[in-house]
C-alpha cells in the first residue's frame, strides 16, 4: 500500500513539473509581441464612401485580390501627410497594414512609383 502510495505521489509531481513547463512556455510565448500585419499591391477598386479598398497583391500567376475595411484607417500620402480616402486612386501602389488583434486596416500608406 505504501509502495503504491509512493507511485502515485512521483507521477503526480511529475505531471505537475509537466504542467509547469507547458505554462512556462505559454508564457513565454505570450510575451512575444506579434508584428503589425501588412500587404503591398495595387489599388483596384476603392470606395471610401462605403468603406473598402481592393488591393492587387502579388503578380503574375500569383496575383490575388485583397479586400479590405478602410472605415477605420488612416489614409497617409508619400510625404507622410495625411490624406483623405477620396484622394486614392486606382492603380496607385499602397501598403496597408492591419491591427495585430483584428482584420481592421488601420493606416493605408500610399507608396511612391
Known amino acids: 500500500m505504501r509502495r503504491r502510495l509512493s507511485a502515485v505521489a512521483a507521477a503526480l509531481s511529475l505531471a505537475g513539473a509537466a ?6 512556455l505559454s508564457r513565454a510565448q505570450a510575451q512575444v509581441r506579434p508584428t503589425a500585419r501588412a500587404c ?3 489599388i483596384k477598386d476603392v470606395r471610401p464612401a462605403l468603406g473598402f479598398l481592393i488591393l492587387t497583391v ?3 500567376e500569383e496575383a490575388r485580390d ?3 475595411d478602410i472605415t ?3 489614409v497617409v500620402g508619400p510625404s507622410g501627410s495625411e490624406l483623405k480616402g477620396e484622394d486614392l486612386r486606382v492603380g496607385d ?3 496597408v497594414e492591419m491591427a495585430i488583434d483584428r482584420p481592421l ?3 493605408v500608406v500610399v507608396l511612391g512609383d
Open 19 to 24: 504542467l509547469a513547463a507547458v505554462g512556462g
Open 40 to 42: 503591398e499591391g495595387r
Open 58 to 60: 502579388g503578380a503574375g
Open 66 to 68: 485583397v479586400r479590405f
Open 72 to 74: 477605420e484607417g488612416r
Open 93 to 95: 501602389r499602397v501598403r
Open 105 to 107: 486596416v488601420q493606416q
